[in-house]
């Protein structure tokens, strides 16, 4: 396949560099680069802000948004001369006649000054492959940032992405999202100030909180559940919630309950700030709530955390994040609840996030972000099937199958409702752990995904904090988890 990068020579950057290191991989693909205008203005103090937001925060001058130049694609300028199969173009320039050619919109806008203009508003853009020819809406996705506040970050995390969209797009990987862009004010030399003068102080204030604060500090909420859960109220319970205490060294997050004949059981990540990484910590319940302290059940060198506990075949299993490794990990206890053994590693080679398990339609499905060469942790949705929760486990043909920071990432089990398949979703839209979306999954075959968000659920006065990121049941024992302040002195 002839592929043709159409760029303009004045704004180059090294993400284009990466983009076509990445798209060479293609078996069959002839790479090419040609050279056009953009008729899109952007400030020149914008070189001048991101130099500034990287020696403020340390960061390195040569990381993707960098200028680079002409020179350094001299290994694609002489492909394609005879023209090409496809063009990818980032300038919005007219195809030429019988051209097969894509544009690569933000907010329905081609060039670079709208996603920066997203970005500046405080949210991230809505990004998409169009057919040049028709407007035809190839496919689309919201690409998600934990770095709001810091533009250089924040663009590099929307960039990341782009390149996965393209790149799954032209593996014939379509993932859609049914959203309407939304306006973005133009970035020009007054915006970028509102920006500076908001995101700058910010940032000092940070510092000063980590300097006086754990962050983040996470905390667990429960309540026993004799009438409606959540997912019944789609609301907080009116009753409120009881907190899991902690000795504000280290907090308690992910909350998964588990009943074994008759008893109680509550998984959580025990995160020690000294230490800086999580462990897999218990705790019974009892009829008037937790007895004792959680203790410390699976612990490796490594960083844990969501452990997700389910029963199978008379056997107790738990599947803990491990992102850090790059693998997925199956573990059988022997014995519950204290001891856990690694049966075997179900994915590896990727660092995947909050990985759900469901047994529907004969079969076994996971769930999980996926970290694609860079980007945010939480928008990009990548699925797994297998006969037996051992494996061996099969990439979804269509992985992945959704890019969206307001609903790719699990909050918890998926639950059976009423017919229905509800999944709780992060929504991961004005920062990590921001909101809890509850979505009914509409498709889950070997054809796709598809789920529709119903209900999305934020903190306020029967959940106070700024946070909210997990819902888990058992029984009785109702579960969620959010933020708060925990004083370092």
């Given at each position: 396949m002839r592929l043709t990068l159409r760029l303009d020579p004045q704004r180059l950057r090294n993400w284009h560099l990466r983009l076509a290191q990445r798209l060479t991989r293609h078996a069959g693909v002839r790479l090419g680069v040609e050279w056009a205008k953009t008729n899109e203005n952007l400030p020149p103090a914008l070189s001048l802000l991101f130099a500034l937001e990287r020696l403020i925060h340390g960061l390195p001058s040569n990381d993707a948004v960098a200028s680079a130049?002409?020179?350094?694609?001299?290994?694609?300028?002489?492909?394609?001369?005879?023209?090409a199969d496809l063009v990818i173009d980032f300038t919005g320039s007219v195809p030429r006649p019988g051209e097969r050619t894509w544009h690569v919109a933000f907010d329905g806008l081609s060039g670079e000054a709208a996603a920066l203009g997203a970005l500046i508003q405080g949210r991230t853009p809505l990004v998409a492959i169009v057919d040049a020819s028709t407007g035809i809406e190839i496919?689309?996705?919201?690409?998600?940032?934990?770095?709001?506040?810091?533009?250089?970050?924040?663009?590099?995390?929307?960039?990341?992405?782009?390149?996965?969209?393209?790149?799954?797009?032209?593996?014939?990987?379509?993932?859609?999202?049914?959203?309407?862009?939304?306006?973005?004010?133009?970035?020009?030399?007054?915006?970028?100030?509102?920006?500076?003068?908001?995101?700058?102080?910010?940032?000092?204030?940070?510092?000063l909180y980590h300097l006086c604060y754990n962050a983040p500090h996470w905390r667990v909420g429960w309540r026993f559940v004799d009438g409606p859960d959540v997912i019944d109220l789609r609301a907080h319970p009116v009753g409120g919630w009881r907190e899991l205490p902690d000795d504000r060294h280290r907090f308690y997050a992910d909350p998964f309950p588990f009943v074994v004949e008759g008893r109680t059981y509550l998984f959580v990540e025990d995160?020690?700030?000294?230490?800086?990484?999580?462990?897999?910590?218990?705790?019974?319940f009892e009829g008037v709530g937790p007895v004792g302290t959680p203790r410390p059940v699976l612990e490796t060198n490594h960083h844990l955390s969501y452990p997700f506990v389910f029963g199978h075949n008379n056997e107790i299993w738990m599947v803990p994040e491990s992102c850090t490794t790059e693998t997925i990990d199956l573990y059988r206890a022997a014995p519950f609840p204290d001891r856990w053994v690694k049966e075997a590693t179900l994915v590896s080679g990727l660092a995947a996030s909050d990985a759900t398990l469901l047994e529907h339609g004969g079969r076994w499905w996971m769930l999980a972000t996926v970290r694609d060469d860079g980007g945010a942790y939480s928008d990009t949705l990548c699925i797994w099937s297998s006969p037996e929760i051992s494996g061996p486990w099969k990439p979804h043909r269509k992985n992945p199958l959704l890019i969206d920071i307001a609903g790719a990432r699990s909050a918890g089990r998926i639950v059976r409702r009423n017919g229905k398949l509800i999944r709780p979703v992060q929504d991961c839209r004005n920062g990590y752990g921001s909101a809890l979306g509850?979505?009914?999954?509409?498709?889950?075959?070997?054809?796709?995904?598809?789920?529709?968000?119903?209900t999305v659920l934020r903190p306020g006065a029967l959940w106070p904090g700024r946070r909210l990121h997990t819902l888990n049941r058992a029984e009785r024992l109702e579960c969620i988890d959010g933020s708060a302040l925990s004083r370092k002195f």
């Open positions: 130049e002409p020179k350094c694609f001299a290994r694609y300028s002489a492909q394609n001369q005879d023209g496919a689309a996705g919201h690409p998600g940032t934990e770095t709001n506040g810091i533009l250089v970050l924040a663009f590099q995390d929307v960039l990341a992405r782009t390149t996965t969209l393209i790149d799954s797009t032209l593996n014939g990987v379509t993932p859609r999202l049914a959203a309407e862009p939304r306006r973005t004010i133009p970035i020009n030399l007054k915006s970028m100030g509102r920006f500076a003068v908001r995101s700058l102080p910010r940032a000092i204030a940070g510092r995160f020690e700030h000294r230490l800086g990484r999580g462990v897999i910590s218990m705790i019974e509850l979505a009914e999954i509409t498709q889950l075959d070997d054809d796709g995904f598809a789920q529709c968000v119903e």
